[in-house]
């Protein structure tokens, strides 16, 4: 059975730092093309980035130059580093594998002075 653990949020202050992980289990995550999401209250899921199987990277443009997405193969785990963070990072981020209808629980990422 597919499943995702995203951890690693918390609260932060602008301009800071996280890490976010997200652990699969019952695939392997690097034969899969691997996303980030996140979503606001209110507002529908947004994608964040992408990691595709070679080690090829796509970002939303809002992101880019301050987020970077990898993997550890023994792991089984996606990381979201994420740097430079600003209040409108605030959200509860998820990990999927691309087009599956299987979503972790999230980890809520608060960014506020």
């Known amino acids: 059975q597919v499943q995702f653990v995203e951890s690693g949020g918390g609260l932060v202050q602008p301009g800071g730092s996280l890490r976010l992980s997200c652990a699969g289990s019952?695939?392997?995550?690097?034969?899969?093309?691997m996303t980030w999401h996140r979503q606001v209250p209110g507002k529908t899921r947004e994608w964040v980035a992408t990691l595709f199987p070679g080690g090829a990277t796509f970002y939303t443009d809002s992101v880019k130059g301050r987020f970077t997405v990898s993997r550890d193969d023994a792991k089984n785990t996606m990381y979201l580093q994420m740097s430079s963070l600003n209040p409108e990072d605030t959200a509860l981020y998820y990990c999927?594998?691309?087009?599956?209808?299987?979503w972790g629980q999230g980890t809520q990422v608060t960014v506020s002075s």
């Open positions: 999927r594998i691309h087009g599956s209808t299987t």
């Open positions: 019952g695939f392997s995550l690097s034969d899969e093309i």
